[in-house]
Nanobody
Framework: QVHLVESGGGLVQPGGSLRLSCAASGQIFALGTLAWYRQTPGNRRESVAEISVRDNTKNYAGFVAGRFAIDGDMDKKMVYLEMDNLKAEDTAVYYC??????????????WGQGTQVTVSS
């Protein structure tokens, strides 16, 4: 079984920065997709950014507008989201999401428990 644990959320003023981290553990054979999603009360979870491990392609939601950067460390099985110039509308619970192959090359996908990001003065 694969587990994801996020950290790095918190309260930040508009224009500030935060770096979210996600640690993956368990019997992971290979990682395929690393991603961050976010969700606000009453709304669907939405994609923020993702990496395709195979070719290191990175994709971002339109609202990111160059403010966020996703990165991954395959050796450490870590996923990061650097967020700059944060806005009040970025306030949400941020979730890490990982797809890959577990032991015996069985496909898996996993979600973290979420970390709260609040942007407010």
């Amino acid at each position: 079984q694969v587990h994801l644990v996020e950290s790095g959320g918190g309260l930040v003023q508009p224009g500030g920065s935060l770096r979210l981290s996600c640690a993956a553990s368990g019997q992971i054979f290979a990682l395929g997709t690393l991603a961050w999603y976010r969700q606000t009360p009453g709304n669907r979870r939405e994609s923020v950014a993702e990496i395709s491990v195979r070719d290191n392609t990175k994709n971002y939601a339109g609202f990111v507008a160059g403010r966020f950067a996703i990165d991954g460390d395959m050796d450490k099985k870590m996923v990061y989201l650097e967020m700059d110039n944060l806005k009040a509308e970025d306030t949400a619970v941020y979730y890490c999401y990982v797809k890959g192959l577990a032991a015996w090359r069985q496909p898996f996908d996993a979600w973290g428990q979420g970390t709260q990001v609040t942007v407010s003065s």
